[in-house]
């Protein structure tokens, strides 16, 4: 009924709005050019790069509405998100590989990384925060380096493009909470941006039968964000300076390793600082040199009482990473040029001990251990040459090298060298790439040094890093002109991964605990394709059209452990979205996902699912704009694969399921 009421309610504000014949908001944003920076120090043409790559649109951002980071990218190309109502897992082309935590993509925002250095997950930016959203698909990234393993998601925020607004203010409510932005905008010399984003919502009521028991909480989800931006610009450099706080509280829903007990004692905080400076000198004949500047400090605060010893176990953990980056850049008609190098100070602290239930008086200290600005250096370089570059008709050979040296932050693994090669064909706005490319993933320090004195965690500082070598064959078409504009893209893969990381139960600990340990696993190798068609026909249509197919497998293992499948990796993904104008002021938009089946850690298999959304998008004026969002909208009973080994004996955790939001946009 309160589902009807909301949908009744907004017909009738849409019906009796003021009319007007201004240009839809849609129209008054920027023409978006077909560029990314995810791969580079610096903005390329899709058409010109080594990777296959996909832009989440700002108008897609407008007529889809998105209430977190999370399902924005599940319903993005060839990505596929987890849930275990504590936090969210990214997979990209069906690889999706339980309690990894997000280190194994990299993120990023304005090509500074936005991964935390503990476990890898991202800061998680309201979506309303951002202009556009770049997707690289498994490319052996020489920017950022380790993370990029199965995805290179670049966050392009809101200020970084041309704004003619001054203030902007976005409220949405729904039965469970509420997501609230604020944007100020000043464009005069130097452009300064704030914004805040504060949401809340209820956590759900969850049965879980292999646990028998109910996941009670009830006390709030709740995350708040502040921005804050400068941008200075002159005729011989440009100045950037961006700083951020996040905080995010959480509950367990599925438990940890089977004996939290889930309610309002126990939680997670997540608390990040990030800031970044961008120095740019420009220099004659098409050069310049760069400075980079990023800042990122990260606190995680975790409660976790236990029944059966009647002790409240407590996590004090922290990371830090300050980066100084120094590059030159010299472009010209024949080659584009990039050399520099990165210096990192990185740190980070484990404490982890137990008090008792009741009293709450100090009982043991399981870990205690800090190591503070470990110094870590790299190098890389990208040259592009073309040849016979004329308007439309060209060859690019590519080539992108970086290495990283990690002293003595790990045990074996000191340093690592990583080739990138393409070779490029590009006439009348198409391209045929032929990509090879290498590519790691360091250990997460939370996998290499975290235990909690073996009571059901073992550290493990020999872990070597994952890699992986891919073969890609990529074809690409882009159009543009007056009426539309869009891209179709296709991807032939092979690539195989090596010293695969993921926990392993060792044994029982002193507690009759399953004891994990995170090892090299073994080898797997993905062989694939993707798709990726859209196009927005200016004020009347879009449309999407995506498809995934990924064939993941062991190809060998190590001989601890005994795997003939890779659970949790769908071979099949489906993405449809559509748009229309319906008159001037209304706009209607539907989309669907549909995910094949997968097997969780005990090779159950969970069948395939779609999940449809549908959204309205009314403009009551130039100013202001009215959306209701349904999502889940046919109310979907399904379930995601999550790890076995972190959740025991939970392997599955329902999707979220049918939710009425109602939005209101202003803007000034």
Known sequence: MKRIILLLFFLVIAT??????????????????????????????????????????????????????????????????????????????????????????????????????????????????LNSVEVVQGYSNVYSGSNALLATVNFIPYFNEKFDKKFSLSSTYYSKGSVNSIKFFLNDDPQIYLGADLFSYEGRTIFLPQRNEFSINDDNYYKKHFHFFVKRDSPISSTSFYFSNFYNRSHFPTGVFGITLNDRNDYLEHIFYHSFLKHTIFLPKSSSINVNFYYLDYKENG???????????????AGRVISFDTNYLKSSDSFTFLIGSEYKLFSYKFRNFDVDYFSKSFIQEYINEQRKDLPLFSFYMVYDYYFSKRTH????????????????????????????????????????????????RAPSVSEAFYNDGGLSTLNNPNLQPEKHKTWELIYYNEFKNKRNYGYFSASLYLMKVSNLINSVIVGLGPLGIDVSQYQNIGNIEVSGALIDYVNYLKDREFIRVSYSYS??????????TDLSFLSNSPKNLFLIKYAKRLNQNLW???????????????????????????????DLNERMNLGLTIYNLFDVKAKYAISLSNNNPVSFYPVDPRTVFIRLNYSW
Request: glycine residues 6%; aromatic residues 18%.
């Open 303 to 317: 409660l976790y009482p236990t029944a059966s010893v009647g002790a409240i176990n407590i996590d004090d953990l």
């Open 551 to 560: 064939n993941a497998r062991f190809i060998e293992t190590s001989p601890n």
């Open 588 to 618: 209607a938009s539907i989309e669907n996902k549909w995910t094949s089946s997968v097997l969780d850690d005990y090779g159950n298999r969970l069948p395939d699912f779609i999940v449809t959304n549908l959204n309205f998008v009314y």
């Open 16 to 129: 009796f709005a003021n009319d007007y014949e201004e240009k839809l908001f849609i129209e008054s944003e920027i023409d978006f050019s077909f560029k990314t920076q995810g791969i580079s120090k610096y903005s390329k043409n899709i058409i010109n790069s080594p990777a296959f790559v996909s832009i989440i649109l700002p108008q897609e951002l407008k007529l889809f509405y998105y209430n977190t980071l999370s399902d924005l990218l599940n319903f993005s190309p060839g990505l596929y998100v987890v849930k275990d109502g504590n936090t969210w897992y990214l997979g990209s082309r069906g690889i999706q590989v339980p309690g990894s935590y997000n280190s194994r993509a990299l993120f990023l925002l304005n090509g500074f990384p936005v991964n935390e250095n503990i476990f890898g997950f991202p800061i998680e930016y309201n979506p309303s925060f």
């Open 393 to 440: 008709d060209y060859w690019v050979f590519s080539t992108s090298l970086r290495y990283d040296t990690y002293g003595s932050l790990y045990g074996d693994f000191k340093s690592i060298f990583i080739p990138q090669f393409s070779l490029i064909k590009v006439w009348d706005g198409r391209a045929l790439k032929l990509v090879y490319s290498q590519n790691y």
